[in-house]
């Protein structure tokens, strides 16, 4: 059975960090393009990051850069999203999603594959 499992979300202050995972089964991994996406109370779904399966290149969306870092270990199929600086605006529930072509693209609609999410709070 396909699935993605997201973990690591939870309440911080401003300015403190969180590392979420996503842990898959069913498949592997380092074949699929993995991004993070993330969804705020009445706002639409927004990619934050995505690693290609080619060469583990990463892209992130401008609002994260610098802050957010992705990384994969293939050893435990599983895909990690370590946020530094949170700010309040990060605030939302992370999913994270597995495209099968491997290379990534910017429309959730794309994904095969999605987790349940996990909520990140940011708030003094």
């Known amino acids: 059975q396909v699935q993605l499992v997201e973990s690591g979300g939870g309440l911080v202050q401003p300015g403190g960090s969180l590392r979420l995972s996503c842990a898959a089964s069913?498949?592997?991994?380092?074949?699929?393009?993995i991004a993070w996406f993330r969804q705020a109370p009445g706002k639409e779904r927004e990619g934050v990051s995505c690693?290609?399966?080619?060469?583990?290149?990463?892209v992130y969306a401008d609002s994260v850069k610098g802050r957010f870092t992705m990384s994969r270990d293939n050893a435990k199929n599983t895909v990690y999203l370590q946020i530094n600086s949170l700010k309040p605006e990060d605030t939302a529930v992370y999913y994270c999603a597995a495209l099968g072509f491997g290379v990534c693209v910017p429309s959730p609609n794309s994904y095969h594959y999605w987790g349940q999410g996990t909520q990140v709070t940011v708030s003094s």
């Open positions: 069913g498949f592997t991994l380092p074949y699929y393009a």
């Open positions: 690693m290609s399966s080619s060469d583990g290149s990463t």
